[in-house]
């Protein structure tokens, strides 16, 4: 499956963006999606994770409260809906699929699939 992250862009400190990911190839319903960042310099982060079947979420805690997991699998689609948005939330975002049951999920390596990267800019 191919995924293919956007939404992102330049927005100011306490701002919002929905960023999106469409996958194609296959169907995204088989796997648990996820969003990781990676911010100049820093190692890749996880940000959100989010069931098969949208029951089970996890966050990192700097955006509980803040940020939003959710998909479509009719639309094939995974969102990431940010608001109140600080200048540390400034990384490039990645979507990534872990195949049901494997790895941990929050673990960049458990994920066999990544989308490129959308990059989000927060000014203070």
């Known amino acids: 499956v191919q995924l293919q992250a956007s939404g992102g862009g330049l927005v100011q400190a306490g701002g919002s963006l929905r960023l999106s990911c469409a996958a194609s190839?296959?169907?995204?319903?088989?796997?648990?999606m996820a969003w990781f960042r990676q911010a100049p310099g820093k190692e890749r982060e996880f940000v959100a994770a989010i069931s098969r079947s949208a029951i089970t979420i996890y966050y990192v805690d700097s955006v509980k409260g803040r940020f939003a997991i959710s998909r479509d699998n009719a639309k094939n689609t995974v969102y990431l809906q940010m608001n109140s948005l600080k200048p540390e939330d400034t990384a490039v975002y990645y979507c990534?699929?872990?195949?049901?049951?494997?790895?941990?999920?929050?673990?960049?390596?458990?994920?066999?699939?990544w989308g490129q990267g959308t990059l989000v800019t927060v000014s203070s």
């Open positions: 190839g296959g169907t995204l319903s088989s796997y648990n």
């Open positions: 990534a699929a872990r195949t049901y049951n494997s790895g941990i999920y929050y673990l960049p390596q458990s994920y066999v699939h």
